[in-house]
Nanobody, 114 residues
Framework: QVQFVESGGGLVQPGGSLRLSCAVS????????MDWYRQAPGNKREWVGG???????NYEDFVKCRFTISRDNTKNTVALQMNSLKAEDTAVYYC????????WGQGTQVTVSS
C-alpha cells in the first residue's frame, strides 16, 4: 500500500522560508503525478500545487511565485519549497498522488507567526 511521510514543518516568522519533504513508498513513484495539499484549522483540505511525472508543475493562485514543488525520482520524494510565508499559510501540509489515493500521511505542521 502507498504510504506518505511528510516532514520539515515548524514555526517560522512571516516572510521566512521552509522546505517540506514527502517520502513516498508502496508505488512506482516515478510514473505518478504528485500533489501537495494543506488544511488549516476549521477549514477543508485544499490543493496547493502539483508536479507531474515529467516534472512540470502547477500551483494554486494563492501560492504562485512563493512556493516551488520539485521531485527526486531516485529517492521517491517530493518537496515543497515555501518562501515569503504568510500567517495564512499556517496549516498541516500533506502530499498525495494525483488523483489522491485513499490514504493520507500524518502531515507536517507549518505555523507562520511572529
Amino acid at each position: 500500500q502507498v504510504q506518505f511521510v511528510e516532514s520539515g514543518g515548524g514555526l517560522v516568522q512571516p516572510g521566512g522560508s521552509l522546505r517540506l519533504s514527502c517520502a513516498v513508498s508502496g508505488i512506482f513513484f516515478s510514473v505518478h503525478d504528485m500533489d501537495w495539499y494543506r488544511q488549516a484549522p476549521g477549514n477543508k483540505r485544499e490543493w496547493v500545487g502539483g508536479i507531474i511525472s515529467s516534472g512540470r508543475t502547477n500551483y494554486e493562485d494563492f501560492v504562485k511565485c512563493r512556493f516551488t514543488i520539485s521531485r527526486d525520482n531516485t529517492k521517491n520524494t517530493v518537496a515543497l519549497q515555501m518562501n515569503s510565508l504568510k500567517a495564512e499559510d499556517t496549516a498541516v501540509y500533506y502530499c498525495n498522488t494525483h488523483p489522491p489515493s485513499g490514504r493520507w500521511g500524518q502531515g507536517t505542521q507549518v505555523t507562520v507567526s511572529s
